[in-house]
Nanobody, 123 residues
Framework: QVQVVESGGGLVQPGGSLRLSCAAS????????MGWYRQAPGKQRELVAG???????NYADSVKGRFTISRDNAKNTVYLQMNSLKPEDTAVYYC?????????????????WGQGTQVTVSS
């Protein structure tokens, strides 16, 4: 019904940059909040950045000033620009989309997760 697909992860040197993309598709009426989460080995999954349909954003303290979240509502896509990357940013990054979707003649709300993309920051 709704699919979330991430791209842009990979290996980068400390101080480098990556841009993650996440596109939602399917029987979508609208998307409320979209966000990026990450989980490193042995650690809890944490919110990295979120953005509402109106463009309001919030960030984890650890990434403020380095990461920027944005979205293209026409494409149902959210981006995470990651600059000045540090080894401690190494994690699997997950996209989440809080959607209102079509189910028959009804509209329902549910959030969907992507499969995750590995980001490794290492020299």
């Amino acid at each position: 019904q709704v699919q979330v697909v991430e791209s842009g992860g990979g290996l980068v040197q400390p101080g480098g940059s990556l841009r993650l993309s996440c596109a939602a598709s399917g029987s979508i009426f609208s998307i409320n909040t979209m966000g990026w989460y990450r989980q490193a080995p042995g650690k809890q999954r944490e919110l990295v950045a979120g953005i509402t349909s109106g463009g309001s954003t919030n960030y984890a303290d650890s990434v403020k000033g380095r990461f920027t979240i944005s979205r293209d509502n026409a494409k149902n896509t959210v981006y995470l620009q990651m600059n000045s990357l540090k080894p401690e940013d190494t994690a699997v990054y997950y996209c989440n989309a809080d959607c209102v979707y079509y189910s028959g003649s009804s509209l329902l709300r549910h959030d969907y997760w992507g499969q995750g993309t590995q980001v490794t920051v290492s020299s």
